[in-house]
C-alpha cells in the first residue's frame, strides 16, 4: 500500500490478543480473520467518538455498509501475540468513507487495508450523504481534537445531561425505583459530567456538601457501552479534587460491591460491612485527603 500504515500514522488504536480459535493448521492466524480485527477495532473507534455501534451512528440518521475491502499480508501472526489494531479515517466523500487500517506486532506491520464504507439509509439502505455533524466529528477527531470533555457544575446548569446517565444505569439498567435515584441533595452538590466528541454524555458523579469535614461522593454511573475507557475514573478524580480544594479531610462513599475493587485502586478502603442500599448490596469506603 502506498497510504502510510506505520504505527504513528494512527491515532486511534485497539489491543487485542490472538485466541486458539484464531489460528489455523499452519499455527497462524486464519487470513479472513484479520478482517474482523479489523471490524472489532473500528467498532471501538465509532464508541471513542461517543457513537457506540449501532445505535450512535443511527442518530444521526443513517447507517455504514461496506463496499469495498483491500487486505495485504506482510506477515503472520500467531496464538497469543499481542496486536495493535490502528483505524484511521483517511477520506470523507459525499457519501463513503475510506478507513485506512493496520495490525502490528511490536511496531512491526503484519497486514494493512482499506475498507470503504457507503452511508446509507438504514431501511432501504439506499446512499446518503454524509451528515455535516458526523463530518465534523471525524474530521476535528484525526486531526487530534479533544475526545472527551470533563465538566463540573451545579445541577441547575448540568441536570439534562446527569440525569440521562442516572436513568439510564440506575433505573432502567439496575431497576432502581425512580422515587430513589432523585432527592433534594441534588440541587446542593456539585456534579461532574463527561462528555464524548458527538456531545454524548457518558459518565456522572455528585459530590455532596462536606459534613464535619467529611465529603460524600455518589450517583457515580459510566453508560454501560463506555465501560473500560477510564471515564469513571475521571469523574472520581475530578470530584476527589474538588474536595480537596475546599478542605475536606476526607471522603465517603457507598461503593456496589462489585465496584469495590474501582474504588480500592483509587486509594479507598472499606469501613464496616456490606449493607443493603435500594436493593443492591454496597460497603461504606473512605479515603483519607490529608
Given at each position: 500500500?502506498?497510504?502510510?500504515?506505520?504505527?504513528a500514522a494512527f491515532r486511534f488504536v485497539h489491543r487485542l490478543?490472538?485466541?486458539?480459535?484464531?489460528?489455523?493448521?499452519?499455527?497462524?492466524?486464519?487470513?479472513?480473520?484479520?478482517?474482523?480485527?479489523?471490524?472489532?477495532?473500528?467498532?471501538?473507534?465509532?464508541?471513542?467518538?461517543?457513537?457506540?455501534?449501532?445505535?450512535?451512528?443511527?442518530?444521526?440518521?443513517?447507517?455504514?455498509?461496506?463496499?469495498?475491502?483491500?487486505?495485504?499480508?506482510?506477515?503472520?501472526?500467531?496464538?497469543?501475540?499481542?496486536?495493535?489494531?490502528?483505524?484511521?479515517?483517511?477520506?470523507?466523500?459525499?457519501?463513503?468513507?475510506?478507513?485506512?487500517?493496520?495490525?502490528?506486532?511490536?511496531?512491526?506491520?503484519?497486514?494493512?487495508?482499506?475498507?470503504?464504507?457507503?452511508?446509507?439509509?438504514?431501511?432501504?439502505?439506499?446512499?446518503?450523504?454524509?451528515?455535516?455533524?458526523?463530518?465534523?466529528?471525524?474530521?476535528?477527531f484525526e486531526s487530534g481534537g479533544p475526545v472527551s470533555s470533563?465538566t463540573t457544575g451545579a445541577w441547575a446548569e448540568w441536570q439534562?445531561?446527569?440525569?440521562?446517565?442516572?436513568?439510564?444505569?440506575?433505573?432502567?439498567?439496575?431497576?432502581?425505583?425512580?422515587?430513589?435515584?432523585?432527592?433534594?441533595?441534588?440541587?446542593?452538590?456539585?456534579?461532574?459530567?463527561?462528555?464524548?466528541?458527538?456531545?454524548?454524555?457518558?459518565?456522572?458523579?455528585?459530590?455532596?456538601?462536606?459534613?464535619?469535614?467529611?465529603?460524600?461522593?455518589?450517583?457515580?454511573?459510566?453508560?454501560?457501552?463506555?465501560?473500560?475507557?477510564?471515564?469513571?475514573?475521571?469523574?472520581?478524580?475530578?470530584?476527589?479534587?474538588?474536595?480537596?480544594?475546599?478542605?475536606?479531610?476526607?471522603?465517603?462513599?457507598?461503593?456496589?460491591?462489585?465496584?469495590?475493587?474501582?474504588?480500592?485502586?483509587?486509594?479507598?478502603?472499606?469501613?464496616?460491612?456490606?449493607?443493603?442500599?435500594?436493593?443492591?448490596?454496597?460497603?461504606?469506603?473512605?479515603?483519607?485527603?490529608?
Amino acid at each position: 500500500m502506498t497510504t502510510d500504515s506505520s504505527p504513528a500514522a494512527f491515532r486511534f488504536v485497539h489491543r487485542l490478543r490472538v485466541r486458539w480459535a484464531d489460528v489455523d493448521g499452519q499455527q497462524i492466524v486464519f487470513n479472513p480473520h484479520y478482517l474482523a480485527y479489523f471490524d472489532a477495532a473500528v467498532t471501538e473507534y465509532w464508541r471513542a467518538l461517543g457513537l457506540a455501534y449501532p445505535d450512535g451512528l443511527k442518530r444521526h440518521g443513517g447507517d455504514v455498509y461496506v463496499r469495498k475491502a483491500t487486505v495485504e499480508y506482510h506477515g503472520s501472526a500467531r496464538y497469543d501475540d499481542w496486536l495493535d489494531v490502528g483505524v484511521r479515517c483517511a477520506r470523507i466523500g459525499r457519501s463513503s468513507m475510506t478507513f485506512v487500517w493496520a495490525v502490528q506486532r511490536d511496531g512491526r506491520t503484519l497486514i494493512d487495508g482499506e475498507v470503504v464504507y457507503v452511508y446509507a439509509d438504514a431501511q432501504q439502505q439506499g446512499s446518503l450523504p454524509v451528515p455535516q455533524p458526523l463530518r465534523e466529528l471525524i474530521e476535528h477527531f484525526e486531526s487530534g481534537g479533544p475526545v472527551s470533555s470533563l465538566t463540573t457544575g451545579a445541577w441547575a446548569e448540568w441536570q439534562a445531561q446527569a440525569a440521562a446517565v442516572r436513568r439510564a444505569v440506575f433505573i432502567e439498567e439496575q431497576g432502581i425505583p425512580e422515587s430513589e435515584e432523585w432527592d433534594a441533595d441534588d440541587a446542593a452538590c456539585l456534579h461532574a459530567v463527561v462528555m464524548l466528541g458527538a456531545g454524548t454524555p457518558v459518565a456522572t458523579g455528585r459530590l455532596l456538601p462536606a459534613v464535619d469535614g467529611v465529603g460524600r461522593i455518589g450517583r457515580m454511573a459510566v453508560l454501560r457501552a463506555y465501560r473500560g475507557m477510564g471515564l469513571g475514573g475521571q469523574v472520581l478524580q475530578a470530584l476527589l479534587s474538588a474536595a480537596r480544594q475546599r478542605g475536606d479531610a476526607a471522603v465517603e462513599l457507598h461503593a456496589q460491591l462489585t465496584a469495590r475493587g474501582f474504588y480500592a485502586a483509587a486509594g479507598f478502603a472499606v469501613h464496616g460491612e456490606p449493607f443493603d442500599e435500594v436493593g443492591i448490596p454496597h460497603v461504606t469506603m473512605r479515603l483519607d485527603l490529608r
